[in-house]
């Protein structure tokens, strides 16, 4: 099976897979077990900076590799694996389940609530009108109504677009969507659209399976929303 991207010159910022479940305390004092599971291929700490006004408890640590492309992040409702370098579905996965397993094993292995598999795509754009030209080409079913106000003409707004429906088969069911909007960073505007697809209720023992389900119907809804000429760009030499 081929283990690169589908599309290896998508524009991707992160790729993760997360599960929620109902909330453990317990979670505090396995944070060492987890961190001894995986400290040879993520040995770099990160706890969390708590802003006012934040839930403490609902802040993951974060263990990283060193070179920062991967993270294994854990708070009391949730474990989740996140790539920042994604090398494909299948290496993805390959490591992320058994991680995920590892910790989740750790908390006596919860009833998940769901498990989500998400990702974020990145374009950075013009503020003159082929900027919107661009972000329509690429994404035509959502772009044009995300930059609707002009957020690119004059001083940046931020903008925001949220849509989430169910899905269900093979005996799986859950939620999938997509959230658009367009964001100040250094030196342009940039046009970010979270893909995300979810398998509701479910237990540990299946997570690759669920797995799975979430990333077909994620990459179905992502292919649903861009354009053939944008497909063939972020597809090698043209082809899928």
Not at 10 to 16: A, H, I, R, T
Not at 66 to 74: E, P, T, Y
Not at 76 to 84: D, G, H, Y
Request: charged letters at 20%; glycine letters at 8%.
């Amino acid at each position: 099976m081929n283990n690169s991207p589908k599309y290896p010159n998508q524009q991707l910022k992160s790729v993760s897979l997360e599960t929620y479940f109902p909330g453990r305390l317990g979670l505090f004092s396995a944070l060492g077990q987890i961190q001894a599971q995986v400290e040879e291929r993520l040995p770099n700490l990160f706890v969390p900076n708590v802003k006012e006004g934040e839930a403490s408890a609902l802040r993951p640590f974060q263990m990283r590799d060193s070179a920062g492309h991967r993270s294994l992040a854990v708070a009391v409702n949730q474990a989740s694996f996140l790539s920042f370098k994604y090398p494909g579905y299948e290496a993805f996965a390959a490591e992320a389940v058994p991680v995920l397993q590892g910790a989740l094993g750790v908390l006596e292995k919860p009833r998940l609530n769901r498990v989500v598999y998400r990702y974020e795509n990145e374009l950075g754009l013009s503020r003159e009108d082929s900027g919107i030209e661009m972000a329509a080409a690429a994404f035509p079913g959502i772009a044009v109504p995300v930059l609707a106000n002009g957020a690119l003409s004059g001083p940046l707004l931020r903008v925001n677009a949220t849509y989430e429906h169910a899905w269900q088969r093979d005996g799986l069911g859950g939620s999938r969507g997509f959230h658009a909007r367009v964001e100040e960073a250094p030196g342009m505007p940039v046009f970010r659209v979270t893909v995300f697809a979810s398998v509701e209720d479910c237990n540990c023992d299946v997570l690759r399976v669920a797995a799975d389900a979430a990333h077909a119907v994620s990459v179905e809804l992502f292919e649903a929303l861009i354009s053939e000429s944008f497909r063939k760009f972020i597809s090698v030499d043209g082809e899928e």
